[in-house]
């Protein structure tokens, strides 16, 4: 046998990863399941932008925003039940109640912590603060246009923190536990240590808060195309969106076992600007995970950044600080 068995699967004759969209596995079925898997996303995302540009200001607000949320999620939770990416992704109760609690975390406490050390402090700094009058060239151009960019500069942002967070040791013992998840599900976005989660959302999204419309068509854009980096769903996507859009495919390879493949597709929204920085892998992976995919607890999720972090901190000045007793790993 030349590959090595771990568990029950064969690492080495099979390749843990897939790249060039040629070879990814298409959606079989029949037409009408062929249709629906292949415009869902398109539709989806232009219903969502029809909507935040005509919608009357009474109901263009960001409770309506939060309630298109949470609908689309219960969609795409019975997408993944019709159509599963893998099989071996599928829901159990255990991975359920984990993702659930850092659901809960997202919508309580870390939007309270943000609201007064993150964006929430960044608005009214910046509003305090700024000469508005030079934003006028902004806020004279179309409106799709203004939410466009507002999301591209966001996401641009993002790119920089996410490949920041994988290339800096302190950044990445926050990010870590993200990289520890072994399937992706709609809810595993959420699913990280809770700094890391607010490094992330700290943003320069603040700056536009004063123009809701256009901020919250960026964010629909977030919503329709984001959400899909953690989703056990199989779509046949279509060539023009994964050239410009992040993918669930583009996004399990940057949470595959393979090192060099995680270091790729740092974006959110806009994988182009992988292609811009020549860090853009197009393919997908089934087996993910850190360790040959040793599943973190909700405990070591929340404490992995500091107790990680002392025990390098040991091992690296030890000798020094603590007469030679501090353990340094056999190799
Ligand atoms: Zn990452
Ligand atoms: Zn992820």
Known sequence: MDGVLVGKRLIGTQAPITV??????????????????????????????????????????ASTAIWIGVGFRVLLLALEWVNPRYRSWQLTWKELVTDLFFVGLGYTILSTIEGYIGDGAVIEAVQNSFDWDKLAWFTGLPLLLQALLISFTFDFGQYWMHRGMHNWYPLWLTHAPHHFITQLNINKGAVGNPVELFLIGLGIGGFFDFLPRAALLAGTLGLAVGTYQHINVRFNTPRWWRFVFNTTEHHSLHHSQDYEATRSNYSGTWIIIDRMFGTCVDGEAELLGMEGGRRMTIRETMAYPFTEGWKTFKERFGKDRFGGSAAVPAE
């Open 20 to 61: 060039g969209w040629e070879n990814i596995p298409r959606v079989q079925g029949g037409p009408v399941k062929l249709f629906v898997f292949t415009w869902f996303q398109p539709t989806i995302l232009f219903a969502l932008i029809a909507f935040w540009y005509y919608a009357p200001n009474s109901i263009a607000k």
